[in-house]
């Protein structure tokens, strides 16, 4: 069963940068397409960004365009998410998603991933 476990979140200022790393467990990594999500108290988790199993193609929603860069490292297991000029409504548990089942079903619903990681906060202060 595959684990996924984030990190590098915590407290910043506006304009500030963070980098999310989500660190997977198990051989099949490179064949997951990967992304993040990301949910604010009282509101739906929302797609932030995905990566492509190849690496070569990435998407973003747009809130988030031109500030966050979304990559992976097939040889670390790991996928990471480089946060810049953050935002006050960037404020939330952002977490870690992996479509194991090359699903169809479009890649910015949370239905499309089937393995999730723990969360982490991410808080940006005005």
């Known amino acids: 069963q595959v684990q996924l476990v984030e990190s590098g979140g915590g407290l910043v200022q506006a304009g500030g940068s963070l980098r999310l790393s989500c660190a997977a467990s198990?051989?099949?990594?490179?064949?997951?397409?990967m992304a993040w999500f990301r949910q604010a108290p009282g509101k739906e988790r929302e797609f932030v960004a995905r990566i492509h199993w190849s690496g070569g193609i990435t998407a973003y929603a747009d809130s988030v365009k031109g500030r966050f860069t979304i990559s992976r490292d097939n040889a670390k297991n790991t996928v990471n998410l480089q946060m810049n000029s953050l935002k006050p409504e960037d404020t939330a548990v952002y977490y870690c998603a992996a479509d194991t089942r090359r699903t169809t079903v479009r890649f910015t619903a949370a239905i499309a991933y089937d393995i999730w990681g723990q969360g982490t906060q991410v808080t940006v202060s005005s």
């Open positions: 198990g051989r099949a990594f490179s064949s997951y397409n």
